[in-house]
């Protein structure tokens, strides 16, 4: 569901004019919660059902009517019903003809029926205009006034003067409408309450497939390998020490994952000469859910942090350093300062602190509230500019921190690397072919061919 739309307007309707009537038919929770909000908002409500005797539940402005009596008093009907109990609204076609009929409801499952629950009703009653909303807004954030989780309402329906109608009293709820179109645009506005996540599925799942493989990864060259060859019990080192690897390795193969798909992008284009063909449709969801890549990478990031600075208060450390401290005593002697690995020490937690903070600032500009604020051009220099000079950094980061120990023989256990020369593979590709294509002879091409140039085919005669 597309949430920029430009037919977004937070401005309420004038107040100085009179509310119309709005009918409601349905007295459960959300009918109910509705009506309490309409009429704090200043719209006289009736509801319509079956059983006229009005309920201490319902909200004593309201009136109380059956559907037909009901129906006649407001030019605004909305069914909070569900889809199995539209057959009611039969005999009522001709009052309901020229009506403007509002469908709130949901389904169970995602395209549970061939049709939306809007399309369907338009059927039964051909005479009404009816308009989608108010599904994705749930009952309890009605009643209790928090709305910042489900505060945009789409709308979609065939009339435009009946979308106008039901989006000005949605503005008047203080909630904000986006107009999706006709009402073929239900089906996907009923589908989106029922999507858990969906642009945070596959970024959710290969973090996971990711964590449980560095783990065991981790678990067999540290914990098993040195009880077998060591007879040495590191299993403590399941609680920080292995966590404390597997965070940055995945914070930067996340991190280099959402910058991968765009090099994939102009390596096609630039194949195909044009911008104009489809991406296929893996890279076009995986270039859609690059957001949520880099916002699960900054909270793996952030762990890392949080484990690196809980490391000196650990009973591992301090034991190892006061063993060293009682050796050198022992032995009378003392270590000298290592220049050279003060160095890299030093620029490993540099190179660190700042590829920190630039995974920091790329996670704010990403919030809606502060890139709202920006042009584009702004967005896509911290987006993609510092985006690339943070994953330099952080890959800048783990090559210091590895040094040259992967020339180390004994850095292979059971001859597998140290997880973090695995971590590095996939940035050094992203960064080294972007490097490539910096070179003005693609560079030109493919600035052309995204400002809607095509290469003209060669035919052979």
């Known amino acids: 569901m597309n949430r920029n739309s430009y037919n977004i307007m937070a401005l309420a309707p004038n107040t100085s004019k009179k509310r119309e009537t709005v009918c409601i038919f349905g007295t459960g929770d959300f009918g109910r919660a509705l009506g309490h909000k309409l009429i704090q908002s200043g719209y006289p409500v009736v509801f319509g059902s079956r059983n006229t005797q009005k309920s201490n539940l319902i909200p004593k402005d309201a009136e109380m009517l059956s559907h037909a009596e009901a129906a006649q008093k407001a030019a605004i009907i909305i069914t909070a019903i569900q889809r199995q109990h539209y057959n009611f609204l039969t005999p009522l076609a001709e009052i309901l003809r020229g009506k403007v009929l509002v469908d709130v409801s949901n389904n169970l499952k995602i395209n549970q029926y061939?049709?939306?629950?809007?399309?369907?009703?338009?059927?039964l009653v051909p005479g009404a205009k009816v308009v989608k909303a108010f599904n994705t807004v749930s009952a309890w954030a009605l009643q209790s006034g928090t709305l910042d989780a489900s505060r945009q309402v789409f709308v979609c329906g065939d009339d435009m003067e009946a979308k106008q109608m039901v989006m000005d009293i949605v503005r008047a709820l203080g909630l904000t409408p986006l107009d999706q179109g006709s009402l073929l645009a239900a089906q996907e506005i009923e589908n989106y309450p029922l999507q858990l996540f969906p642009m945070w599925k596959f970024p959710i799942i290969l973090s996971l497939g990711l964590t449980a493989f560095f783990f065991f990864y981790c678990l067999i060259r540290d914990v098993i390998y040195s009880y077998v060859y060591e007879k040495k019990d590191y299993s403590f080192f399941i609680a920080i020490s292995i966590p404390n690897r597997i965070c940055p390795i995945l914070a930067l193969i996340l991190l280099a994952l959402v910058y991968l798909p765009g090099v994939l992008a102009a390596i096609l284009q630039l194949y195909r000469g044009t911008k104009y063909r489809r991406f296929p449709d893996w890279l076009d969801k995986w270039m859609l859910c690059r957001k949520q890549l880099g916002l699960v990478a900054l909270a793996f990031a952030s762990l890392h942090v949080l484990y690196t600075l809980v490391m000196p208060i650990r009973s591992f450390v301090s034991w190892r350093t006061s063993s060293s401290t009682i050796s050198q005593a022992l032995k009378n002697t003392t270590q000298p300062l290592n220049t050279t690995y003060a160095w890299l020490s030093d620029s490993y937690l540099a190179l660190g602190i700042l590829g920190f903070f630039l995974f920091v600032l790329l996670g704010i500009t990403s919030l809606p509230?502060?890139?709202?604020?920006?042009?584009?051009?702004?967005?896509?220099?911290?987006?993609?500019?510092?985006?690339?000079?943070?994953?330099?950094?952080?890959?800048?980061?783990?090559?210091?921190?590895?040094?040259?120990?992967?020339?180390?023989?004994?850095?292979?256990?059971?001859?597998?690397?140290?997880?973090?020369m695995l971590s590095l593979i996939i940035p050094c590709i992203v960064l080294v072919v972007k490097f490539v294509l910096v070179f003005p002879c693609l560079d030109k091409p493919l600035t052309r061919i995204r400002q809607g140039w095509e290469r003209k085919p060669q035919y052979s005669e």
């Open 114 to 123: 061939p049709e939306s629950n809007a399309e369907y009703l338009a059927e």
């Open 369 to 420: 509230s502060v890139s709202n604020n920006v042009n584009w051009r702004e967005f896509r220099f911290v987006q993609s500019k510092l985006g690339y000079l943070t994953l330099i950094l952080c890959t800048a980061h783990t090559l210091v921190y590895g040094g040259n120990r992967f020339l180390s023989p004994s850095s292979y256990k059971w001859y597998l690397p140290n997880a973090y």
